[in-house]
């Protein structure tokens, strides 16, 4: 019995979202999709090539044909994006905190080559060169339980202060509706900027950014909610345990989003 499958229970909870299968099609055996999915959960963990899938998961031609199917189709986004709304209305959503972060991931060499490398290309693919080489930068929002609400890639080189605003356009969830928006949004010193904290102002929260040592100290910073920031730092450790997270291996940016969902999937299954 192989790690990392998927519970009956688990199953169960997405059966209903995956695309039907075809009536008297013809061709080679059909593949199960609970078996697809086992198998890509095992590459999302393992970090190992498609081609090493093991032969009980199927034919890896199978199962990498139909992952990137499923991720053109943005089927991986529908999944969770349905995941996500489901807890909130079973109230599993922690409102009183949520934190922003982001982290960079080193790029293997397996990662680039598509296209010819240059500025423009890089910002495509979310590539670029930082101080940890070739490398992406994942930038995380997340709820006071270390819920995934939404996730965008850059370069490695780019602050995360540059995505902040496409990150809060990428939530799911409302940050408008009165009585849905969070309490407070927190962030460290990477995002400490009049911009950044007029702008969670205007959405009628409170900002928990803490200002660089060249900043005048906020006499009004609340040290105590900021210390449950860590979260976000927690959340991210945990994507990353995760190797094809931790490592990106994918040339499409696409393709690293889909199994960084799978693995925020995996957490937020234990909470339904």
Not at 71 to 98: F, H, P, Q, S, V
Not at 143 to 156: C, P
Not at 242 to 265: E, H, N, W
Request: hydrophobic share 35%; with cysteine.
């Amino acid at each position: 019995m192989l790690r990392h499958r998927l519970t009956d229970r688990e199953f169960n909870a997405i059966r209903h979202l995956l695309p039907k299968r075809r009536k008297n099609q013809s061709g080679r055996p059909w593949t199960e999709h609970r078996c697809v999915i086992d198998g890509v959960l095992w590459i999302l963990k393992t970090g190992n090539p498609w081609r090493e899938l093991p032969d009980e998961l199927g034919k890896w031609q199978t199962v990498y044909a139909r992952f990137q199917r499923w991720t053109n189709e943005g089927l991986w986004d529908r999944i969770y994006t349905t995941l996500l709304k489901r807890i909130d209305a079973l109230d599993k959503i922690d409102r009183t905190l949520w934190s922003v972060d982001g982290s960079v991931v080193r790029a293997h060499r397996c990662a680039s080559g598509m296209i010819p490398q240059s500025e423009e290309n890089d910002e495509l693919n979310a590539l670029g060169q930082s101080r940890g080489g070739y490398s992406t930068k994942i930038h995380v929002l997340c709820d006071g339980n270390g819920t995934l609400l939404a996730i965008t890639v850059t370069g490695g080189q780019l602050h995360e202060s540059t995505e902040f605003e496409n990150l809060i356009a990428n939530c799911e969830l409302s940050l408008h509706r009165y009585g849905r928006r969070p309490d407070a949004i927190a962030g460290d010193k990477g995002y400490s900027s009049k911009a950044i904290r007029q702008s969670i102002r205007d959405r009628l929260i409170e900002p928990i950014i803490a200002s660089r040592s060249n900043e005048s100290p906020n006499e009004d910073f609340d040290r105590e909610a900021y210390r449950r920031r860590n979260i976000v730092e927690r959340l991210i450790g945990w994507l990353k345990e995760s190797r094809r997270v931790a490592t990106r291996y994918d040339k499409l940016t696409c393709s690293y989003l889909a199994f960084v969902q799978l693995a925020a999937m995996r957490r937020i299954l234990k909470l339904l």
